[in-house]
Nanobody, 116 residues
Framework: QLQLVESGGDLVQPGGSLRLSCTAS????????VAWFRQAPGKEREGVSC????????YYFDSVKGRFTISRDNATNTVYLQMNNLRPEDTAVYYC?????????WGQGTQVTVSS
């Protein structure tokens, strides 16, 4: 079964940091570009960052540039999202998927809450 599992979400104070993990099972994640998305309450899902599988080129949406870093560890079939200087507006459920996304790979996501 092809599956992506997100983890690492938590409650954190503004200015804090978290590292999210996206681990694949049933397939080799190194053969795919991977993207992180997020969905805040009452809002549509939006892109956050992506990393390609050819040369590791990364892309960040403006809202997270300079604060978030995406990386991948092919040995563990995992993609990470390091999030620094978190803001209340970063509060959302974070999801990972292939880039471009595949319907069968949407998981449960991991909740990130930024609040004092």
């Amino acid at each position: 079964q092809l599956q992506l599992v997100e983890s690492g979400g938590d409650l954190v104070q503004p200015g804090g940091s978290l590292r999210l993990s996206c681990t694949a099972s049933g397939f080799d994640l190194s053969s795919f570009g991977v993207a992180w998305f997020r969905q805040a309450p009452g809002k549509e899902r939006e892109g956050v960052s992506c990393i390609n599988h050819i040369d590791g080129t990364t892309y960040y949406f403006d809202s997270v540039k300079g604060r978030f870093t995406i990386s991948r560890d092919n040995a563990t079939n995992t993609v990470y999202l390091q999030m620094n200087n978190l803001r209340p507006e970063d509060t959302a459920v974070y999801y990972c998927n292939a880039d471009p996304p595949r319907n069968e790979l949407w998981g449960q996501g991991t909740q990130v809450t930024v609040s004092s």
